[in-house]
C-alpha cells in the first residue's frame, strides 16, 4: 500500500491575502486561522487560480513589528535627549 501526503497531512487550508494588507491584519488572519503560513496574492488575475507572489509566516509579522518598534524607540530616544 502506497502512502500518500494527502494522507499523512489530512485537509489543508490555504489563506490568501492581498499584499496591502496591515501587519495587524495579517498576523490576526494567523491568529484567527490558526495557520502557519498565508499566501500573497499580488491582486492581478482571479482569486480562483492564485499566482502567489510569496508567502509570509507568524516569524516574518514578528519580525516587521519588532523592526517597526526598535525604529519608534530610537525616534523616542532622540526626542529625550533633544536631538
Sequence with gaps: MELRIDDASGSIDVIVIVGDVTIDDGSGSID?????????HDGSGSIDVVTASGDVS?????????????????????YIHGQ
Design 32 to 40: 484567527v486561522k490558526n495557520v502557519a503560513n498565508l499566501k500573497i
Design 58 to 78: 507568524i516569524g516574518d509579522f514578528v519580525q516587521a513589528i519588532i523592526s517597526d518598534q526598535q525604529e519608534e524607540i530610537e525616534h523616542l530616544e532622540h
